[in-house]
């Protein structure tokens, strides 16, 4: 068990291009969910994935965001036309299938947009 | 909507002198209640899980517990590298989503 992988843990990019962000979750879970968490402030849900399988999107996951975990294992997160509100900590969670056990975050991508 | 607050916002104490932070919540259908420690520019890491009112879970110098509204975590004397943020979070519905307040920030003094 080595823990939450996420790649890049820092990105700096100019307002309006595209940025991807990736998540390793721990192998054996199945869960997998995408958080974003601005400054004085606890993280907010983005999206939830079981396995493959997309389930759950916010509504602030805008058309400009796009999630993926093909193969229910590693997973992406996209922006495109990033904007100054972007800028954020990008966190991913993942957790064992069944019941309500506890989630385990990575360290998260820090995103400044300029 | 789920709702989660956390106080104070911030808290300040000296090393050894013990204190509570609060965590209440407005939620349909409570499935568990998360404490998370925080560090700066790291993620969350996880602490403990609460799922029924009369529940308690310690670890070292650190106890929640749960009511039908909220719950608390006691720190007993606390040590310097007891300082982060502590975040409460709130699962709810199918997916297990979280739903957390803002945090407290905790500064322990030697």
């Known amino acids: 068990d080595t823990g939450v992988s996420q790649d890049p843990r820092h990105k700096i990019t100019k307002r309006g291009q595209n940025v991807t962000f990736r998540c390793d979750p721990i192998s054996e879970h199945n869960r997998l969910y995408w958080y974003r968490q601005t400054l004085g402030q606890g993280p907010e849900f983005l999206t939830y994935f079981q396995n493959e399988a997309q389930l759950e999107k916010s509504r602030l996951l805008s058309d400009r965001f796009s999630a993926e975990r093909p193969k229910g294992s590693f997973s992406t997160l996209e922006i495109q036309r990033t904007e100054q509100g972007d800028s954020a900590m990008y966190l991913c969670?993942?957790?064992?299938?069944?019941?309500?056990?506890?989630?385990?975050f990575g360290q998260g991508t820090r995103l400044t947009v300029v | 909507e789920d709702q989660v607050t956390q106080s104070p916002e911030a808290l300040r104490l000296q090393e050894g002198e013990s204190s509570s932070l609060n965590c209440s919540y407005t939620?349909?259908?409570?499935?568990?209640l998360f404490w998370y420690r925080q560090d700066p520019g790291k993620g969350p890491e996880f602490l403990f899980t609460l799922y029924s009112a009369g529940e308690e879970k310690e670890k070292e110098r650190l106890k929640a517990t749960l009511t039908k509204k909220e719950s608390f975590l006691h720190i007993t004397a606390p040590k310097p590298e007891d300082s982060a943020t502590y975040l409460c979070?709130?699962?709810?519905?199918?997916?297990?989503?979280?739903?957390f307040g803002k945090g407290i920030t905790l500064s322990v003094r030697p």
């Open positions: 969670a993942s957790q064992r299938a069944g019941g309500y056990t506890e989630a385990f």
């Open positions: 979070a709130v699962a709810t519905g199918a997916n297990s989503k979280l739903t």
């Open positions: 939620v349909s259908g409570l499935r568990g």
